[in-house]
């Protein structure tokens, strides 16, 4: 998690970048990749965090419907990019931190 390194790529104040997450994938599917999003998300907003952006690959669709599971909203799509020898898409995704948690309030 990143708040500030560039204002260039990372114009807004408050919007923090989530770079990857990644679950066992004996794990999936239990609930540990919410509990650890919901922490990273209290601890980041403890910090002046008040959005957090991420990206994920077009291709990717069961992390496009954890993401929005825990209330991401696309922004904009992006692409496509060379990456892995492969064409991709990004789909950019964004929560704003009101006060509610991630916690019960999306299910
Ligand atoms: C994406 C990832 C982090 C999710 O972690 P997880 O522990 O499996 O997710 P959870 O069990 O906490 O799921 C939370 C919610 O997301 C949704 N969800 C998660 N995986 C899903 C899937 N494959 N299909 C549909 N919905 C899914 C569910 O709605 C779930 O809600 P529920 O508890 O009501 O069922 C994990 O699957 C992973 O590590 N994937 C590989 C790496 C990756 O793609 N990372 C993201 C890159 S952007």
Redo the contacts with the bound molecule.
């Keep these: 998690m990143q708040s500030r390194p560039s204002s260039a790529i990372y114009p807004r104040d408050g919007t923090w970048y989530l770079g ?6 004996a ?11 919901s922490t990273v998300e209290s601890w980041a907003a403890a910090r002046g965090a008040t959005e957090i952006r ?4 077009e291709a ?4 496009e ?3 929005r ?2 209330g991401f909203i696309e922004y904009r799509r992006v692409g496509p990019d060379t990456f892995k020898m492969r064409s991709h898409r990004r789909i950019e995704l964004s929560r704003r931190l009101s006060g509610a948690t991630v916690e019960g309030s999306n ?1």
């Design positions: 990857f997450m990644i679950v066992d994938a794990q999936r599917g239990r609930g540990v990749g919410r509990s650890i999003y991420l990206a994920v690959l990717n669709e069961a992390a419907r954890f993401w599971s825990l299910k």
